[in-house]
């Protein structure tokens, strides 16, 4: 099974192919561009659900046909193949908006098959942070 198969002319570019030295390359650069696009929630990765924690302390769960992923970032480590992961941009179906940082090949998260397949990252949304670069 590929998890790195594209379909790069439908591919969504989080920049524009002119790089600009601003534009988020790391994980953590691309966490705070999202925060500062309204995605506040941090979503944490359960067997058959998300579950992250409101204002107000009260902790919620969404299922996986409450939610959409509008973006997918892919990180692979330089240094350390086993460094990889997925940060996804998601937004619930009552707006709610949030990340949802998920390790991948070995060190993949357990969880049901309905979760699987709404993550799953063979698709369009896919954004590689240095396809830009390679233009």
């Not at 390790?103 to 896919?126: C, F, N, Q, W």
């Amino acid at each position: 099974m590929d998890l790195q198969h594209t379909d790069k002319d439908n591919e969504k570019k989080p920049h524009p192919s002119n790089k600009n030295m601003s534009e988020p390359d790391t994980l953590v650069e691309t966490l705070e561009s999202l925060q500062e696009q309204g995605y506040t929630y941090d979503f944490n990765l359960t067997a058959h659900s998300l579950e992250f924690h409101k204002e107000d302390g009260v902790k919620l769960a969404l299922s996986p046909e409450d939610f959409d992923i509008v973006q997918v970032f892919r990180f692979e480590g330089m240094t350390n193949p086993s460094d990889m992961s997925i940060l996804y941009a998601i937004e619930s179906k009552d707006g709610l908006k949030g990340t949802l940082v998920s390790s991948y090949g070995v060190y993949a998260d357990a969880m049901s098959a309905e979760m699987i397949k709404k993550l799953d990252t063979r698709s369009s949304l896919i954004v590689h942070p240095t396809d830009d670069e390679n233009a």
